[in-house]
């Protein structure tokens, strides 16, 4: 392409494709992320695999649950630890709904 510029492929709506497998990748990564959190989350607070008991064992979930964790103090306290636990799962459905937008 001698002096012409680079063009990302278009699909019919207009969106590069490069857009949707981005977005593909890092709804991937999240929900990876998500998975690893969660198994330190259970590791730590139950101590399975002989580990000790460790109050700070979701401290990787609150970035990953920001902003709707901050909505887990309108719950009975004893829900607190679990509502932070689940709540990068609306992040990732509303990831799955914009990638599935973009792919559309």
């Known amino acids: 392409m001698a002096g012409g510029s680079f063009r990302l492929p278009v699909k019919k709506g207009g969106v590069p494709l490069a857009l949707a497998l981005v977005c593909v990748w890092v709804l991937r990564v999240f929900i990876a992320l998500y ?16 580990q000790t008991r460790d109050p700070l064992s979701g401290v990787f979930l609150m ?19 679990w509502l932070a636990a689940l709540a990068p799962l609306v992040n ?3 990831l799955g709904a914009l990638c599935r937008w973009v792919r559309n």
């Open 35 to 50: 998975v690893a959190a969660l198994g330190l989350f259970l590791i730590g607070t139950f101590g399975f695999f002989s």
């Open 63 to 81: 970035p990953l649950g920001l902003p709707w964790n901050r909505f887990a103090d309108l719950a009975p306290e004893p829900a607190w630890p």
């Open 92 to 94: 990732v459905a509303f």
